[in-house]
């Protein structure tokens, strides 16, 4: 992808502080850090986000992300780890290469998660399950 930033800091074009790197994935800290520490983790294959991506992608990935989290969690002597990946821009994604967050995080560093909750309504949860079930392929 000519103008992926991600592919882009993959090939060196970018500069960025890589933490790791192997033949399937690229790690590197944020430019705009939730905390000291905050590790993005993208495939080296380009996919757009979850839905894009082949299985041995997401396999690779997986593995990586959770060798990586280790390696922040320890380095970091973070208390706890939020490890997040945004979808499509509704979900907060703005780079459209595939990419998983590992948030190292502290005890009162005031990072707030899941600040609202919208409860079903009356037969609406039952509902909606039927519908994500029918369109589980």
Not at 52 to 81: F, H, N, P, S, W
Not at 111 to 116: I, M, Q, T, Y
């Amino acid at each position: 992808m000519n103008d992926c930033i991600f592919c882009k800091i993959i090939a060196g074009e970018i500069p960025s502080t890589k933490i790791y790197e192997d033949e399937k994935v690229f790690a590197f800290f944020s430019t705009a850090p939730n905390n000291h520490g905050h590790t993005l983790v993208v495939p080296k294959k380009h996919s757009r986000n979850i839905m894009d991506m082949d299985e041995q992608t997401l396999a690779d990935l997986a593995l990586a992300v959770q060798k990586i989290t280790r390696g922040v969690y320890e380095g970091t002597k973070a208390d706890g780890v939020n490890i997040i990946m945004n979808n499509e821009a509704s979900a907060g994604q703005a780079v459209f290469h595939a990419h998983v967050h590992i948030i190292p995080r502290f005890k009162d560093d005031g990072l707030k998660s899941w600040e609202k909750s919208m409860p079903y309504e009356n037969g609406e949860e039952k509902g909606l399950a039927a519908k994500i079930m029918e369109s589980i392929k």
